[in-house]
T-cell receptor, first 114, second 114 residues
Framework: DADVTQTPRNRITKTGKRIMLECSQTKGHDRMYWYRQDPGLGLRLIYYSFDVKDINKGEISDGYSVSRQAQAKFSLSLESAIPNQTALYFC?????????????FGPGTRLLVL | GESVGLHLPTLSVQEGDNSIINCAYSNSASDYFIWYKQESGKGPQFIIDIRSNMDKRQGQRVTVLLNKTVKHLSLQIAATQPGDSAVYFCAEIESNFGNEKLTFGTGTRLTIIP
C-alpha cells in the first residue's frame, strides 16, 4: 500500500551490525506498529506507538529499539543484529476512531542476517 | 492462553467456485474481527471487518460470518479468481479503553486452480 512505505525493501547484513528499518505513512494515523513475520508463526508485535513520544513494547521487543520521530515516521533498529532476527518486517498504522482498530500494513522489509 | 487459529492451513479451489476459509478464536472479549489477504511479497491487505454485535457482513465478492456461540469466524469468497490466490488470516481485537489488543492467526493458503 502506497500509504505506508518501508525502506529498505530488502537488506542483507552481518551479525553484530547495527541497522535501521524505516517506515513512513501518509494516512494521518496516530498509531504505528512494527511486526515481524516468520513462517508458521504469523505476525508478532515488536513495538508500537500510539502517538509521538509514546513507545510501548510488544511481545518480542528484546534486541530491538524504535524511534517515533514524527506522526508519520516510525523507525525500527537492531542494535546488534543476530541471525535469528532474519525475518520479514512489517510496519502498520491504525486509527481506531476512524478504522475501528484495523491496521494497514506497509509492503515489508526482508532482512537477512548472516 | 488466548489464540486465534485456522482449521486448515491450505485450501485449493477451482476457479469460479466459492471458497470458505475458517478461523477459530478463543477470546470471548474480542469485539472486532478482521480478515486480511497477503499475496506473495506483499504486506497484509485489509479485506473486511465485522463487529461482535453483528453476525454477517458483506463486501464485494466477500462475506464474513461470525458465530459467537462457538467462537468461529469465516470468510466466504464468491466466484474465485486467480488473483484470489494468497494467504488469508484473521485477526481479533479486544478493545479496552483505547488499548486495542490485536491477535493474528497464522494463515490459510488459498490456491485457485485454473
Amino acid at each position: 500500500d502506497a500509504d505506508v512505505t518501508q525502506t529498505p525493501r530488502n537488506r542483507i547484513t552481518k551479525t553484530g551490525k547495527r541497522i535501521m528499518l524505516e517506515c513512513s505513512q501518509t494516512k494521518g494515523h496516530d498509531r504505528m506498529y512494527w511486526y515481524r513475520q516468520d513462517p508458521g508463526l504469523g505476525l508478532r508485535l515488536i513495538y508500537y506507538s500510539f502517538d509521538v513520544k509514546d513507545i510501548n513494547k510488544g511481545e518480542i521487543s528484546d534486541g530491538y529499539s524504535v524511534s517515533r520521530q514524527a506522526q508519520a515516521k516510525f523507525s525500527l533498529s537492531l542494535e546488534s543484529a543476530i541471525p535469528n532476527q532474519t525475518a520479514l518486517y512489517f510496519c502498520a498504522t491504525s486509527d481506531p476512531t476512524r478504522t475501528g482498530g484495523a491496521q494497514y500494513f506497509g509492503p515489508g522489509t526482508r532482512l537477512l542476517v548472516l | 492462553g488466548e489464540s486465534v487459529g485456522l482449521h486448515l492451513p491450505t485450501l485449493s479451489v477451482q476457479e469460479g467456485d466459492n471458497s470458505i476459509i475458517n478461523c477459530a478464536y478463543s477470546n470471548s472479549a474480542s469485539d472486532y474481527f478482521i480478515w486480511y489477504k497477503q499475496e506473495s511479497g506483499k504486506g497484509p491487505q485489509f479485506i473486511i471487518d465485522i463487529r461482535s454485535n453483528m453476525d454477517k457482513r458483506q463486501g464485494q465478492r466477500v462475506t464474513v460470518l461470525l458465530n459467537k456461540t462457538v467462537k468461529h469466524l469465516s470468510l466466504q469468497i464468491a466466484a474465485t479468481q486467480p488473483g484470489d490466490s494468497a494467504v488469508y488470516f484473521c485477526a481479533e481485537i479486544e478493545s479496552n479503553f483505547g488499548n486495542e489488543k490485536l491477535t493474528f492467526g497464522t494463515g490459510t493458503r488459498l490456491t485457485i486452480i485454473p
